[in-house]
């Protein structure tokens, strides 16, 4: 099967790092589902313009039904989906007693509920066909905290989707599905650059790579992983953070 023939969601795609993912994929030659809470017509027109393949869903993806739903349609329109990007996420900042049960509960909807309401609604068929591609979104944060960024809910969530990558990837690798995380630093997006003003320039000047991060530094990765190329890496979690690891 050629990546044109194949069918590719991607969650959190009206904007930021998910709409970079849509659009390469589509450039690639995939058909893109874009998935959000609200509607990706920019980013469905973008892919469309550039003659691209794409088809927007509104999806509240931690929501049981309405990931049933949209897998009945993605069934009904793509036979299916054969690679699946879990982009969307959840945030909360501040101290622990600031925090509410509900913030950090739809934290962790976003952040993990939804990892396994998608993958559980299309595995199944990437299982049958004997062939797929998951790709979670986790964060260096995991292993580099900010004193000064209290983001408990977040941290929690995203060392959690490290888990459940490598516990998936086992259970699926025998089908021909590779299941990978991509570990990104402090990207700058439209909802970053309203929720962090400021640090982006003292988070790049400890990088290897003295820049603020953008979306386009991931796409090459993603590219990647959903590839053959990647067809032996599973269970693994690549750091796309321009050095900050050395920290």
Same mark, same amino acid.
């Given at each position: 099967?050629?990546?044109?023939?194949?069918?590719?969601?991607?969650?959190?795609?009206?904007? +930021?790092? #998910? *709409?970079?993912?849509?659009?390469?994929?589509?450039?690639? !030659? @995939? /058909?893109?589902?874009? &998935?959000?809470?609200?509607?990706?017509?920019?980013?469905?027109?973008?892919?469309?313009?550039?003659?691209?393949?794409?088809?927007?869903?509104?999806?509240?993806?931690?929501?049981?039904?309405?990931?049933?739903?949209?897998?009945?349609?993605?069934?009904?329109?793509?036979?299916?989906?054969?690679?699946?990007?879990?982009?969307?996420?959840?945030?909360?900042?501040?101290?622990?007693?600031?925090?509410?049960?509900?913030?950090?509960?739809?934290?962790?909807?976003?952040?993990?509920?939804?990892?396994?309401?998608?993958?559980?609604?299309?595995?199944?068929?990437?299982?049958?066909? +004997?062939? #797929? *591609?998951?790709?979670?979104?986790?964060?260096?944060?995991? !292993? @580099? /905290?900010?004193?000064? &960024?209290?983001?408990?809910?977040?941290?929690?969530?995203?060392?959690?989707?490290?888990?459940?990558?490598?516990?998936?990837?086992?259970?699926?690798?025998?089908?021909?599905?590779?299941?990978?995380?991509?570990?990104?630093?402090?990207?700058?997006t439209p909802s970053t650059e309203v929720a962090l003003p400021g640090l982006?320039?003292?988070?790049?000047?400890?990088?290897?790579?003295?820049?603020?991060?953008?979306?386009?530094d991931l796409v090459g990765t993603l590219s990647f992983l959903v590839s053959?190329?990647?067809?032996?890496?599973?269970?693994?979690?690549?750091?796309?953070?321009?050095?900050?690891?050395?920290v």
């Amino acid at each position: 099967m050629s990546r044109g023939a194949r069918t590719a969601i991607v969650t959190g795609a009206a904007q +930021g790092i #998910g *709409r970079a993912f849509a659009e390469r994929l589509a450039a690639d !030659g @995939l /058909t893109v589902v874009a &998935v959000d809470l609200v509607a990706c017509d920019e980013t469905v027109a973008a892919i469309q313009n550039d003659s691209g393949e794409a088809h927007g869903i509104e999806c509240d993806v931690a929501d049981e039904a309405a990931v049933a739903s949209l897998r009945d349609e993605v069934g009904e329109r793509f036979a299916g989906a054969d690679i699946l990007v879990n982009n969307a996420m959840g945030y909360a900042a501040g101290p622990i007693e600031d925090t509410s049960l509900t913030d950090w509960r739809r934290v962790m909807a976003i952040g993990l509920d939804a990892l396994f309401l998608t993958s559980r609604a299309f595995v199944p068929g990437m299982r049958e066909r +004997g062939w #797929g *591609r998951i790709v979670n979104m986790t964060s260096n944060t995991i !292993g @580099l /905290t900010l004193k000064d &960024v209290p983001i408990l809910p977040y941290v929690t969530a995203k060392g959690g989707v490290v888990g459940f990558t490598r516990a998936l990837a086992t259970e699926v690798g025998p089908h021909g599905i590779t299941v990978n995380c991509i570990a990104p630093g402090l990207t700058k997006t439209p909802s970053t650059e309203v929720a962090l003003p400021g640090l982006f320039e003292a988070m790049a000047a400890r990088q290897a790579i003295p820049r603020p991060e953008v979306p386009a530094d991931l796409v090459g990765t993603l590219s990647f992983l959903v590839s053959e190329d990647a067809s032996f890496l599973t269970g693994q979690t690549l750091v796309v953070d321009g050095g900050l690891v050395r920290v």
